[in-house]
């Protein structure tokens, strides 16, 4: 991954790093063959950029950590969750614009 804001969420590390996290995190659940999941690349590292210390960003390899995506029903990607306090805030399917995302985080600094 590109960027240094941008974190690796695994099976392993989700409930400590994503559910007991003390401020919101926005979850892309991708996979290394997903064109459109790279393409979301780019929005995701300006978005954990400018999110820094208010935000946790990261991906989750939908491919290598099966448990998480089954979890909270995974069924196409690009898929990104919002999470707040162990909670779905909002989801995501499909590429998206930046602005949703970003009104999306506003909304719960609100």
Not at 15 to 40: G, N, T, Y
Not at 42 to 67: F, Q
């Amino acid at each position: 991954m590109a960027s240094n804001d941008i974190q690796e969420f695994t099976d392993g590390n989700f409930d400590a790093e994503v559910i007991k996290s003390d401020i919101p995190v926005l979850v892309d659940f991708w996979a290394e063959w997903c064109q459109p999941c790279r393409m979301l690349t780019p929005t995701m590292e300006e978005l954990a950029d400018e999110y820094k210390g208010k935000v946790k960003i990261g991906k989750l390899d939908t491919d290598s950590n099966r448990d998480v995506s089954i979890k909270y029903g995974i069924s196409a990607i690009p898929t990104i969750i919002l999470f707040q306090d162990g909670e779905v805030k909002k989801k995501f399917v499909g590429l998206t614009p930046k602005d949703q995302f970003a009104a999306a985080l506003d909304e719960l600094e609100g």
